[in-house]
Each structure stands twice: as structure tokens, then as C-alpha cells.
């Protein structure tokens, strides 16, 4: 295999939403270029790029595919990425190593949620887009109708670069307006045949051709003064505009396809090959320091691992992209994210893992892969002696979606949490967390689909049985008024006892209050005198502040700490539900002590006894986590969607029109979404999303909180 150079290399994230054909597109474009001989199926479970036993079991990507195609002297590196939403991680991983998204639109349906998803996520890295209309020779196909429904939701940056004669069963020939060429197949698509353009059709694509002319003119100066001169420009400055216009995201040019039939595919890589920019015409990368890389074949050797996967029949693979430098074999790089060495004993081009061709070299730009390197992880960097790169630009979303997680036996908790470890790597959006408030293991994901797909790896890869529960909620604990508390612990077992007696004040905590000064309990002032403050943030969020306002030496400084290491003990597990405790501050202004028996550990329990005496008279509340929570949805089921958030406690924060869509803003408790996925897809069908963010902590309606103090009650009876 030719080595590239870096203006040869074009890399492209096919994406789309689910359904969209890109699996099928891929296949076509490994047998359009000779990789395979013959196409498989998505059916069939034989394609090059669902070949994991678990998307054979779904019948739909998992996992992102990487695949190369030299076609017309450029390589062309494609990153094959799964269509549903609880997969996004890998579309944000592909758009980050690659320079352009070639964007599947199934044209039976047009415009769906999942094409809106994945376009939103693609301009949000200032990507350039392509789109490619697939499936046009499906039924109910009104091209015109797809392509004003494009402009509504994509602005009119929408570019036709060809249109099809016919659609539906008689799909089989385009007019290619920036060729100026009809093109035709036969039954079994392939090759395209080459005529002029029908006299019938003459006048559209004349229109047509002037409006691509006048999108890629208004890219360059010059360009845009021949073409008022001339009102024409060759196909080479029409395609150096188009590219202009991706560099800057001023155009989205639209090729057709039936990718099933394998109609337009050709042409559809002739077109990549020649108007997607090549990765020395992009921004450079910035790395931790902030500094732009450029792909500069001939500057210091820096790799980026993007992705790690366990291949059938090959074990590890570490899939890259050379930054900078060249790549050779043999080379022995730093892994600056780990601090560790590694030797490059091979370098391949793949095809998905399973097609595998040996390289001596790659350029800056390219994209290939090494296995059984020793200690490389996704995310880590890989630099030649002397250079200091270190990248960390892919970025993923919020999970949406958790489980609590055990092993069915007990005794194999520590191998479940290696396996979870591993897969984390492999796919950065599964998040694995051990949690001390919860005493359970969470993990948390894109959706059900994401996460039941990671309990069919372990069970059925690893054969390990695996319990899946709705996770405790992580409430919090706080009060609402002062109330004052004393208690006296006294212990006496022979020899040296146990005393120490604390006095104190709690009230609930707000940055910028005053210092204590007088409270009132009763018919009794209580002033206090502060002789030392203590601000403790708490890492759940909150503070405990505490005030020494002992006078006359009724309990020794020595024994301060002792008294907020007992606070601290009630703080961490609260008296009401054993939850965390938040923002309240405590006076300790009185007390007792004993010349023999009083040391730390008295006046640790006397402390955090008398704080959960007083929190309990302070009008305690519970506080839950709630979410800021954006739905998109078709109009039509908006009223099914706006029911269902009420009834999970939602407050309606606002509404508003998004490019054909609706987008309801909501306030929305963690409680009530852990399911929230599962029954939006089953309301609409599947076409509707939404993202969730930690907003605050509220109060729980009082039913809840006698429910909760019940439950924790009863509880605490059984253990």
C-alpha cells in the first residue's frame, strides 16, 4: 500500500440516525473499491461492520467502525458510526479525529430526530457537513419536499449537487448538476453510465446548476468576480469553493444514493475525495497547553488514541491518528498520559479490525491502528523523545440514564469492576462510579439501549451474571430553623470512664449571613462570645460551619476537634434518611468535663448526639436532586410529552420551536427520570430526545418526606 501524504488523506464520520443506511453505505464503498468481493447485509449479520456477536444479536451498530478507501488517489478514512442516540459518544469521538460528517438522511422519513441530533453535535465542533439522500428508491420518496424540509430545519446553506430523475422502485439515474451530466445504472448499480442530459430535463438543471455555481462562488473573492464575469466556472473551482465553504460551514452541499442498490456510491466518493478538505487545510488541534498542532509530516512524532477495542482473533487494538510527524515502524514512543514507553512493532490500515493491511509508515493526518500494545488506553497520548504534545479535546455528554449494578454471586464484585473498568475504556460514555453515599456500584450511560448493551457484553462475553437496579437517590439533609440541644455522655466500666457533656446551637447555613450573636430559646437568651470558626465545605455540596463560643473553660480546646469529628459523623449520615447533610452551622457554647474521665472519644459521641437532638427540632427537611431537562419532539406528540413530564413532578420552565421541532424546558426531580428514556421512545415512537443536567437541590413535597422517613425507619427496625 502507497504511502499517503497528508493532502492525500481525507477524513469523514458517516453518520446518521438509526436506520439511515450508513452500515449498508459502508459496505458498498468496501466493494466499490475492491477491499471485499462481495456485499454483505445488515440482515444477513455479514457485514464488515457489525461483526461483534452483540450487534449480530441487536441487528444494529454498537460500535463505531473504522475503514479506509483509496479511491481516485486519496485515502479516504471513514469512521462508521452508530445511528441511535445511546451511541452518540462514538459520533463525538469520530467527529474529533476526523475533518468532515457525511450525514445519512433516510428520504422515505426526511428529516428525523436522530438526523437533528447528530447534525446539532457535528456543528457544535464546527465540523463541515455532507449530505447524503439515501434510500431514494424507498416508497413515498418526494425529493423536492425532503429538500425544503432540509432548508427549514438547516438554513438555506443546503446545496442539491445532484437530483434524481425518478424515485421510489423507479430509482436509477441522478442529474448531476455540478458534472452537468445524467447518471444512470443498471439492476445491480456498480458503475455509472455517463449521458448528457435529457432535453426534459434541461431547464432544472440549468436552474439548479447556477444556484451550486453561486453557493461556491461566494466562498473566494475570485471566484465570485469570474462568475458575475462569466456567469460559469469549471468543475475544479466549483469543487475549491464547495471546499472553501465546508472549511468555513457556509455550505452543505447534497449528493443522492441508494446505498442498498449501490447507486451513486461512486460518485459519492469521487465527491469526498475531491471537496472534503484534507487535514492540512483545517485547524490544527490544540493540546493541553492550548497550542495549535498542525499535521506537519515532518515535525515531531505525536499520536492520539482515540479508540481501544478487543477484536475477535486479534485481542487488543489501539486505533490512532498521527497528529504530527511521520509514523514509522519500529519507532519507540512516550506515552506522556501515562509515563510509560512503547515499542510500534507493526502499523496497519483496517477495516473494522477484521480486514487488516501492513504499513511501514503514516503521515501526519492519517489514521491506522497497532495491537497488543502494552499500556495504552483510549484518550492517551504517544510522543517521540523530545516532544512534549499532550491531547485531550474530545469532549462527551451527560449520561441520561443509570443502573446500580452486583453480581449476581457476591464473591465476583471485584471481577465485575474490572470488566466495567476495561469496557469504560473501550467506550468513554459507559461511567463506572463506586458510590460511598449509596453503598452501591453506578453505571451510568446514553439510554437503556447503551446500558442494557453493556449488560449483554458482560454476560454473555464475560459469563458473568449481572443484577441490574434503579439507583438509590442521593438526597440531601437540611434544616430550617435554630433549635439548641445538650447531651452528656457518661460511661463508667472500672478503671477510667467516659464523660464529656456539649451544649450547642444549630441553624441553617446561607453564604453571607451575619456571625451568631443572641438566640432566644424560649424565656432563656443564649449570647454568644466566637473564639474560633471553622468553614468546612462538604464534598457533597454545602457547608458545615462551626463556632467555638466556649467561655470559662467548661470544656478544654483540645477537645474542638473531637466535637466536630462527631458532627461530621452526623452530617455524613443524616438523621432523618442517613443521607448527607448540608449547609448548617453550630455554636458549641457550653459543656462539661471530668479531670479523669473525659478525653476524645466522649466528646466525639456527646457532639454528634447533641446535633442530631437539635437537627431534629430544627423543622428538618430532605432535599432532592433536580435535573434541567430539554425534550425535543415532533408537534404532534407534544401533548403526550407535556402529560407525561407532569406527572414526573416537572415544572414547565418554557417552550419554543427549534428547526421543525419542539423543545419543552423543564425542571424535572432525579427520581422521576429513571426510566425517562425508556418511555419517551415508547410515547413517540422513538422520534423524540432530550439532555439532563444537574440544576439544585430542592425540597421534597411533604408526602415524599414522610414516605422517605418511613421507609429509613423501618429500615433501621430490620437491621
Not at 10 to 22: E, T, V, W, Y
Not at 52 to 70: C, N, Q
Not at 234 to 253: A, H, K, V
Not at 583 to 609: Q, T, W
Request: aromatic fraction near 8%.
Amino acid at each position: 500500500m502507497k504511502v499517503y501524504k497528508t493532502n492525500e488523506i481525507k477524513n469523514i464520520s458517516l453518520l446518521g440516525g438509526k436506520g439511515s443506511g450508513k452500515t449498508t453505505l459502508a459496505e458498498a464503498m468496501l466493494f466499490e473499491c475492491e477491499v471485499i468481493k462481495r456485499r454483505g447485509s445488515v440482515e444477513a449479520g455479514n457485514t464488515v461492520s457489525d461483526y461483534f456477536p452483540v450487534e449480530k444479536e441487536y441487528g444494529s451498530s454498537v460500535f463505531s467502525t473504522i475503514f479506509y478507501a483509496e479511491f481516485g488517489g486519496k485515502k479516504l478514512n471513514i469512521i462508521d458510526c452508530p445511528g441511535a442516540d445511546d451511541f452518540v459518544g462514538n459520533a463525538v469521538t469520530a467527529l474529533g479525529v476526523t475533518d468532515a460528517g457525511l450525514i445519512l438522511v433516510n428520504a422515505p422519513y426526511g428529516v428525523e430526530v436522530g438526523t437533528q441530533n447528530i447534525f446539532r453535535t457535528a456543528s457544535s465542533l464546527n465540523k463541515p457537513i455532507i449530505f447524503g439522500l439515501n434510500k431514494l428508491d424507498g416508497e413515498n420518496v418526494d425529493f423536492d419536499n425532503v429538500i425544503e424540509q432540509m432548508r427549514e430545519v438547516f438554513g438555506n446553506k443546503i446545496a442539491p449537487v445532484q437530483y434524481p430523475v425518478a424515485t421510489g422502485e423507479g430509482f436509477n439515474a441522478v442529474i448531476d448538476v455540478l458534472l452537468m451530466k445524467k447518471l444512470s445504472w443498471g439492476p445491480n448499480g456498480g458503475k455509472a453510465t455517463v449521458e448528457d442530459i435529457p432535453a426534459d430535463q434541461m431547464d432544472r438543471a440549468t436552474e439548479m446548476h447556477h444556484a451550486l455555481l453561486e453557493a461556491a462562488a461566494e466562498n473566494d473573492e475570485a471566484l465570485m468576480e469570474k462568475f458575475f464575469e462569466e456567469e460559469e466556472l469549471t468543475q475544479d473551482e466549483i469543487r475549491r469553493g464547495l471546499r472553501l465553504g465546508l472549511t468555513t460551514n457556509s455550505i452543505y452541499p447534497v449528493v443522492c444514493l441508494s446505498a442498498a442498490k449501490d447507486m451513486g456510491v461512486s460518485r459519492l466518493m469521487e465527491f469526498l475525495g475531491n471537496v472534503v478538505p484534507s487535514p492540512d487545510e483545517v485547524a490544527g488541534t490544540p493540546n493541553k497547553a492550548g497550542k495549535e498542532i498542525k499535521p506537519d509530516a515532518n515535525g515531531p512524532v505525536s499520536v492520539f488514541v482515540f479508540k481501544t477495542s478487543v477484536e475477535p482473533h486479534i485481542g487488543e487494538v489501539s486505533y490512532f491518528k498521527v497528529m504530527s510527524g511521520t509514523l514509522k515502524v519500529g519507532m519507540d514512543l512516550d506515552n506522556v498520559s501515562r509515563g510509560s514507553k512503547e515499542r510500534v512493532a507493526q502499523l496497519f490500515c483496517v477495516c473494522s479490525g477484521q480486514i487488516r493491511t501492513s504499513v511501514d509508515e503514516l503521515q501526519a493526518g492519517d489514521i491506522g491502528a497497532a495491537v497488543k500494545l502494552k499500556d495504552v488506553r483510549t484518550g492517551n497520548t504517544l510522543d517521540e523523545k523530545g516532544c512534549d504534545y499532550e491531547f485531550d479535546f474530545i469532549k462527551y455528554p451527560a449520561p441520561k440514564y443509570q443502573r446500580a449494578v452486583r453480581p449476581v454471586t457476591e464473591s465476583d464484585a471485584e471481577k465485575l469492576n474490572v470488566i466495567l473498568t476495561r469496557m469504560h475504556e473501550e467506550d468513554p460514555t459507559w461511567l463506572v462510579e463506586q458510590s460511598r453515599e449509596l453503598k452501591q456500584t453506578i453505571v451510568s450511560g446514553q439510554g437503556e439501549f447503551h446500558l442494557r448493551t453493556l449488560k449483554w457484553r458482560v454476560e454473555n462475553n464475560d459469563k458473568l451474571a449481572i443484577i441490574f437496579e434503579e439507583p438509590k437517590i442521593p438526597y440531601r439533609e437540611t434544616i430550617t430553623k435554630a433549635a439548641r440541644a445538650d447531651y452528656r455522655h457518661k460511661k463508667q466500666s472500672g478503671g477510667s470512664g467516659q464523660f464529656g457533656e456539649v451544649h450547642l446551637i444549630i441553624e441553617p447555613y446561607s453564604e453571607d449571613m451575619p456571625l451568631p450573636d443572641t438566640y432566644k430559646f424560649g424565656n432563656q437568651e443564649f449570647k454568644m462570645s466566637i473564639r474560633d470558626t471553622q468553614e468546612i465545605p462538604l464534598q457533597w455540596g454545602g457547608k458545615l460551619v462551626v463556632y467555638n463560643c466556649i467561655v470559662g473553660g467548661s470544656i478544654d480546646a483540645r477537645f474542638i476537634p473531637a466535637i466536630v469529628k462527631g458532627l461530621m459523623d452526623r452530617m455524613e449520615q443524616g438523621p432523618l434518611t442517613g443521607s448527607y447533610a448540608r449547609d448548617v452551622r453550630v455554636c458549641i457554647y457550653d459543656g462539661k468535663m471530668h479531670p479523669v474521665d473525659s478525653n476524645e472519644i466522649s466528646f466525639r459521641l456527646a457532639g454528634r448526639n447533641a446535633f442530631s437532638e437539635a437537627f431534629r427540632q430544627a423543622n428538618p427537611k430532605v432535599l432532592e436532586p433536580v435535573y434541567d431537562v430539554e425534550v425535543l419532539v415532533p408537534s404532534d406528540v407534544m401533548g403526550d410529552v407535556m402529560s407525561d413530564l407532569q406527572g414526573r413532578r416537572a415544572i414547565i420552565m418554557g417552550m419554543n420551536s427549534e428547526n421543525g421541532f419542539e423543545k419543552i424546558s423543564a425542571k424535572v426531580p432525579l427520581k422521576e427520570m429513571a426510566s425517562y428514556s425508556t418511555a419517551l421512545s415508547s410515547i413517540t415512537g422513538g422520534r423524540s430526545s432530550f439532555t439532563m443536567k444537574f440544576a439544585s437541590y430542592e425540597l421534597v413535597p411533604a408526602d415524599v418526606q414522610e414516605r422517605l422517613l418511613k421507609e429509613y425507619a423501618e429500615k433501621n427496625q430490620e437491621d
